[in-house]
């Protein structure tokens, strides 16, 4: 069984014949699922070489149309969330999903299931004034109970552990909006404020609709795509839970670079990278999204660009931290068996921990 299916089948840029033959058509589908990517797979249902059950056409059909609903509430609330951040007396940049569902994707491709923010550390208790008089309480959800007011110790334990606020939630329309304020590029909240407010100094207004979104501008979104992937993939916790490695984010990588992607990107790119000293993040993110999409490579300067913010040790590549305990463990195994791997916990060997070498 061929598992590279499952990534040409959830390629945006997808133009071959998808050969599903020899395919667990019930495991495909699940890690479609899985991996968020339903919207994509359906979209390349025409390119699969034999006939498949209405089932699987129908699961994805349903998903992908729920997608579009989905997509029209999210716009609303980055609207709504826009001219809210406009009376601010800071400054911020959206992230992610808001610019990439709003703007890239076309409707029901993507999904998002919350707004993430960036803030220069010292605004977020503005920020958080302005959304609890916006009703937003600070907290979690909770089928039972509704939204759960988050404890002062789950408040400042995120910021400390994870670069992160706990999330602000509130109801509109009676669905969930969920709002995660970041103030840092990876785990470590205090280690990468001049970039943070350097991403944010740069930040642009783009067009959507009648109003205008502040967010990264192109050079910069990606390099923080990069951060926050290599975070999750690299870090204990999100294994764990098994969101360390899921395909939407390498496809956000790969629909991006094709977007923005020529000699003049790159160039402006690897400056950028170079005066931040995050290589080892692009680099990370950058090979193994190759890896699964490998006609990144034949865009215009990818090439070039590889080999200057190749960093001299790539034994990282194959490394997993976990902060909280300042443990490190590896992994033999190559990026795409890795990626596959159905208990990945057990092939983790510890290794030596150097905290500045982290």
């Known amino acids: 069984m061929n598992n590279r299916v499952l990534f040409q089948i959830c390629d945006i840029f997808n ?52 997608n579009i609903e989905k997509a029209k509430r999210y716009k609303n609330n980055i609207r709504n969330l826009s001219l809210l951040f406009y009376e601010c007396d800071f400054d911020y940049a959206f992230l992610k999903g808001s610019f990439l569902s709003t703007v890239l994707y076309k409707e029901g491709l993507r999904t998002s299931n919350d707004i993430d923010i960036l803030l220069n550390s010292e605004d977020i208790s503005s920020c958080q004034q302005l959304l609890i008089r916006n009703g937003f309480i600070q907290g979690y959800y909770s089928q039972e109970k509704g939204i759960v007011p988050a404890t002062r110790r789950e408040i400042i334990q995120s910021r400390m552990n994870y670069g992160e606020t706990v999330p602000f939630l509130k109801m509109v329309d009676d669905d969930l909006l969920v709002i995660d304020i970041n103030f840092s590029v990876d785990f470590k909240p205090s280690s990468n404020r001049p970039i943070v407010k350097e991403l944010i100094q740069s930040s642009i207004d783009i067009d959507f609709e009648d109003i205008k979104i502040r ?23 999100w294994l764990i839970s098994k969101r360390d490695l899921l395909l939407y984010k390498f496809c956000d990588i790969n629909l991006m670079l094709h977007h923005y992607g020529n000699r003049v990107y790159f160039k402006e790119l690897l400056a950028r990278i170079k005066h931040f000293h995050i290589g080892k993040e692009c680099y990370y993110t950058f090979e193994n999204s190759s890896i699964i999409y490998p006609k990144l490579r034949g865009i215009e300067g990818f090439e070039e660009f590889m080999e200057q913010v190749r960093p001299s040790d ?8 976990f902060p909280m305990e300042k443990k490190l463990y590896e992994y033999s195994m190559g990026f795409e068996e890795w990626f596959f791997c159905e208990d990945r916990i057990s092939n983790l060997k510890e290794i030596p921990y150097e905290e500045n070498g982290v």
């Not at 967010?215 to 916790?237: G, M, Q, S």
């Open 15 to 66: 133009d071959a014949e998808i050969d599903l033959e020899y395919y667990d058509l019930e495991k495909l589908l699940g890690e479609i699922i899985l991996n968020r990517t339903a919207g994509i797979a359906y979209n390349n249902l025409d390119f699969i070489n034999k006939r498949v059950p209405i089932e699987f056409k129908n699961a994805l059909k349903v998903i992908f149309l729920n």
């Open 215 to 237: 967010t990264l501008n192109p050079v910069d979104f990606i390099i923080h795509l990069c951060c926050h992937l290599y975070k999750e993939a690299t870090t204990y916790n």
């Open 314 to 321: 790539l034994n990282y590549m194959k490394q997993i931290l």
